[in-house]
Every structure is written in C-alpha cells, then in structure tokens.
C-alpha cells in the first residue's frame, strides 16, 4: 500500500476518532447532535473520495468526484432526519429518545435499493444509475457502520446483529472505501469501466 493510501486510512480513521471524542465533549443536547451528524457528513464525504483514488487516477479537483461526495456527505447527513420524522417532532429531545431505531436506520434498505440500482444500471448500461448504487452504499453503510459501534445493525427482518465496538467500527470504516472499490471492480459495470478509472484496485 502506497504512502497515500496510508494517509487517507489515516485520514477517515482520525475524523472518526476525533467526531467521536467531539461528540462525547458536548453537554448540551444540540451541539452534540450537530457534531455527530457533522461527522457522519465527513465520513461520507471522505469515504466516497477515497472509493475513487482507490479506483484509479481522478484527482482531488475533479469537479465530478467533488459533487459526488458531496452528495455521499449531504445523504449521510440527511440520514438522521428519520429520528424527527419517526418522532414526529422537531425537538431534540424526541428525536434522540424514540424507543426503536428509525426506518433509515435499517441496513436492509439501502443495500436493497442498491442492488436495484446497480442492476437497473447493469440492464441499461448507465453509468449515472450504477454510480449512485455505489454511492448510496457508501453513504448509508458509513453512517450505519459508524452507529453499529453501540447499536449493531438493524438487518430487517433477519433481526440485529451484537454492537461492533470502537475498535471494529473503526477499521470498518477505514475499510469500506476498500471493499466498495472492489465491488465497483468485480461488477465490472459500466461506471466501473469508466476512463478515469484504471482497470485495477491501486492499493499496492
Ligand atoms: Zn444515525
């Protein structure tokens, strides 16, 4: 592995250690979802342009991978407004103390609604609906990897698996660029084979 392969795992790995230390500084109940929901946006954001660098040779300043993982922070952000809708109230205080875990917190859709995508993309052969499969993935599995550190996932309707802990939370996370690039590789679709990608993973 490369010597910046090696800093952006350093990189996603260190935003989440230091959203978390954030988060568990903050006494009053609105910062602290603030920093939380902040950091699931970093992550997503990170995570999607780190599944680029490990496709291949976009650079940084591309102007498609910068929205692109916007759009990855934006959702992993906009995940949470499921806490509201389920609460039915814009209060904090509602939104964080629902007695079960709200529905786009549930890993099973969006890995469905991924595979959807990647197959609607795999019959039409679009780019556009297999890029957005990929980054619903990463939006989605980042912050539910990031909240399975003290919940576990929520796979309906096989049930929950046991809390990761921080020490497997954070390789996963560090390791979910990896995976999904490697995904994007062995599909070997059509955003797959995309010219600003090699044909390789360039993690060696
Ligand atoms: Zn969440």
């Known amino acids: 592995m490369d010597k910046f392969n090696i800093l952006r795992c350093l990189l996603l790995g260190l935003t989440a250690v230091t959203g978390d230390q954030l988060v568990l500084n903050q006494h009053n109940a609105v910062r602290k979802?603030?920093?939380d929901n902040v950091t699931h946006a970093v992550i997503g954001f990170i995570t999607w342009i780190n599944v680029h660098y490990y496709l291949g040779q976009m650079t940084f300043f591309s102007n498609r991978l910068l929205?692109?993982?916007?759009?990855?922070?934006?959702?992993?952000?906009?995940?949470?407004?499921?806490?509201?809708?389920?609460?039915?109230?814009?209060?904090?205080?509602?939104?964080?103390?629902l007695s079960k875990r709200p529905f786009l917190h549930c890993t099973t859709l969006p890995l469905a609604v991924a595979l959807v995508l990647l197959l609607l993309g795999c019959h039409l052969r679009s780019a556009t609906f297999e890029a957005f499969g990929?980054?619903?993935?990463?939006?989605?599995?980042?912050?539910?990897?990031?909240?399975?550190?003290?919940?576990g996932f929520w796979l309906w309707p096989f049930g929950s698996t046991v809390p990761l802990g921080s020490g497997l939370y954070i390789s996963l996370t560090v390791l979910?660029?990896?995976?999904?690039?490697y995904g994007v590789i062995y599909t070997n679709g059509v955003f797959g084979r995309l010219k600003s990608h090699q044909a390789t993973v360039s993690v060696v």
Not at 76 to 92: K, P
Not at 176 to 181: C, E, I, T, V, Y
């Open 67 to 97: 929205v692109q993982s916007l759009v990855c922070g934006v959702i992993s952000s906009a995940i949470d407004v499921d806490h509201f809708i389920a609460a039915q109230s814009l209060h904090i205080k509602d939104a964080t103390s």
């Open 176 to 181: 979910l660029p990896l995976l999904l690039s």
């Open 33 to 35: 979802a603030l920093c």
């Open 134 to 151: 990929w980054m619903l993935l990463a939006s989605f599995l980042s912050h539910h990897i990031r909240d399975a550190a003290r919940r």
